[in-house]
């Protein structure tokens, strides 16, 4: 297994998420299987393990807690997060982690994140009503957290704008960085603030919540040719080992041949050449299905409704590739009049655009795309009865 070190504390690289367990039919958790799961990662040097309130209906820090429960406490490392992202009408850090601790099972969490720290999060988690920075830096002073730190989905422009607030007080950061994320999100830019910054770096989706772990004919037999030893997903996590900012990639397995395989692939480090990553940056160029914006910002000049275009047709490609909810939450964050929907089809934009891309006509894909996603809003009221419901069933 290999090893990076975070403040002495010796971290295998590879660390097992738990938002994608393994399900029976009915869609609850296997924990025969999470539990099978589990024994193999400690017996092959795994020691870090990911979950977050909200995962899985709020049973994922139960099930991984009770998993990890036969372990003595110092063989691992566990890490939880705080549910500041998700709308509510009020916040409560106190009563939230103290219930966290019971749902796992522990006296202390290893590493704490304020979860996803997003264009409309950020005013939630600094608002000094709610007092959530300050609750949990007393928890770490008091030695109930090791080491606190964020996650995000936001973009370099936020990402910057919290650290100049908070970056002092913020030991890691967790972000979306895959091979084809490092441009459709521009994963890059925000690894490269991280690191001047001075900020590990955590990874989530290594492999893009598996969509780069099945790739097309053509693709794959590239890889094999250079490589015919590595499986499809190894190049993937062979990209992410030669960034030296990284101390954590972790992985939502959710059986127990994949957890076999990635264990084999952090069994060795073995860089890509740059012939590799450039193979592998040609790849997700042929996947992205992109507008060709160059973030010129001709369009903006004389937009008559001063909308952030090049923001919204990288939006789109993300979309287009894959329409999550994370993508869309950011644009909800947008005030209704520079919504894409704002958007009057003038055509100004389009006579100046260098790259002669049909703006409007993007913007009303756009739009209509927007509308086939849920609302953060309705996810986050789904997750909250999920909750009252879990914590009605305990309690008779």
Request: glycine letters at 8%; one cysteine or more.
């Amino acid at each position: 297994m290999i090893y990076r070190d975070f403040q002495g504390n010796q971290l295998s690289l590879l660390g097992f998420g738990a938002m994608r367990l393994p399900q029976r039919e009915d869609g609850t958790v296997d924990e025969a299987q999470v539990e099978e799961m589990v024994r193999y990662a400690m017996e092959h040097g795994v020691n870090y393990y990911d979950t977050a309130y909200p995962y899985h209906g709020g049973t994922s820090e139960i099930i991984l807690g009770k998993a990890l429960k036969q372990y003595p406490r110092d063989s691992f490392y566990l890490a939880t997060k705080y549910p500041g992202h998700q709308i509510s009408s009020s916040y409560d850090p106190a009563a939230v982690f103290e219930e966290q601790l019971q749902k796992c099972g522990v006296e202390y969490f290893d590493f704490y994140l304020l979860h996803n720290v997003y264009e409309n999060s950020m005013k939630t988690y600094l608002d000094p009503k709610w007092g959530i920075l300050e609750y949990f830096k007393e928890q770490r002073r008091l030695g109930r957290i090791r080491h606190l730190g964020f996650s995000s989905h936001g973009s370099v422009k936020l990402l910057r704008q919290f650290l100049d607030i908070c970056g002092e007080d913020m030991e890691f950061c967790q972000i979306q960085l895959n091979y084809l994320d490092w441009t459709l999100q521009n994963a890059r830019g925000k690894y490269e603030l991280l690191t001047e910054r001075g900020i590990p770096v955590w990874v989530m989706e290594p492999v893009r919540g598996g969509r780069l772990a099945k790739l097309d004919d053509a693709s794959e037999a590239r890889l094999k040719e250079k490589r015919p030893e590595e499986s499809v997903p190894a190049w993937g996590f062979r990209f992410l080992q030669g960034l030296p900012g990284l101390r954590m990639i972790l992985s939502g397995m959710s059986s127990l041949e994949q957890m076999r395989d990635n264990v084999s692939t952090f069994g060795e480090y073995r860089d890509l050449s740059e012939e590799e990553k450039q193979l592998l940056l040609d790849i997700a160029d042929g996947m992205k299905n992109s507008i060709p914006c160059t973030g010129c910002r001709y369009c903006c000049d004389g937009c008559p409704k001063g909308l952030d275009i090049p923001m919204m047709m990288s939006m789109l490609n993300e979309i287009r590739f894959s329409p999550a909810v994370n993508t869309a939450m950011r644009l909800d964050a947008l005030p209704e009049d520079k919504q894409p929907s704002a958007c009057v089809a003038c055509g100004k934009c389009a006579k100046v655009c260098p790259q002669n891309i049909p703006i409007p006509q993007m913007m009303k894909e756009l739009t209509e795309a927007l509308e086939k996603i849920p609302s953060w809003a309705e996810i986050c009221r789904q997750r909250e009865e999920a909750q009252k419901k879990l914590k009605e069933k305990k309690e008779n």
